[in-house]
């Protein structure tokens, strides 16, 4: 008995570990840095003020990428039908949490475009943007190149609060797909896969472009 309670606590240590890593490496993969492109924006993070332009990117980062993970289940829910079946109460529990960090992302770049709007830019990260050498870096990452060009479009006009804009334009589109499938598995239906791919391309391509953003941040600090 005394070793089971040991090996619980001992699992829920090592879990609380895992957890705090795994937090901290979201908060450096999607749009992170660009908050350092405003003057007072760049703030510290998952730590530091949430009110910053930095700490709403990681906000924002973090409920998508939560709902990222719910997308994911989902989708591998459609694709192990043939095997598994169709529980059409787990994929609503699925769905509904999609929605939900999904919304929550969405508020959040609200807030985050707001104040971003109202914050001067800081002009020497801006010259540095626009001076970088974007295609050496593409080729030297291999990062693909209809998206990185995206991405490039923005920074290097200096237009770091269009490219939260383009964001939240996708996140809107991923809800509308989300909402979409919720109704119809809410009457025990599945809506047509056309709806699931679009889904799939769309998160893929926004988790991609929030990816190099970051990228340049941190190639350009």
């Known amino acids: 008995m005394k070793f089971k309670k040991f090996f619980l606590k001992v699992s829920i240590a090592v879990y609380i570990c895992l957890f705090l890593v795994l937090s901290n490496s979201y908060t450096r993969i999607n749009n992170n840095g660009a908050g350092g492109g405003y003057e007072g924006g760049g703030g510290e993070g998952i730590f530091g003020d949430s009110s910053t332009i930095e700490g709403y990117i990681v906000k924002g980062a973090g409920y998508f990428l939560k709902a990222d993970s719910d997308i994911q289940i989902l989708l591998s829910m459609m694709e192990l039908q043939d095997l598994n079946g169709i529980d059409y109460r787990e994929m609503q529990t699925v769905v ?126």
Do not use: H
């Not at 809107?172 to 699931?196: A, C, K, N, T």
């Open 96 to 221: 509904n949490s999609a929605l939900e960090n999904m919304n929550n992302a969405k508020q959040t770049y609200e807030a985050l475009i707001q104040k971003a709007e109202i914050t001067p830019y800081n002009q020497s990260v801006i010259d540095i943007l626009k001076n970088f050498d974007y295609e050496a870096f593409m080729k030297s990452n291999g990062l693909n190149a209809p998206i990185f060009e995206k991405v490039r479009g923005f920074l290097q006009d200096g237009d770091i609060t269009g490219s939260f804009k383009y964001t939240y334009s996708r996140y809107l589109e991923i809800i509308v797909l989300l909402d979409v499938i919720r109704q119809s598995i809410y009457r025990y239906r599945l809506p047509e896969l056309s709806i699931f791919w679009r889904l799939n391309e769309n998160t893929a391509y926004i988790s991609f472009f929030g990816s190099y953003v970051a990228r340049v941040f941190a190639g350009i600090s």
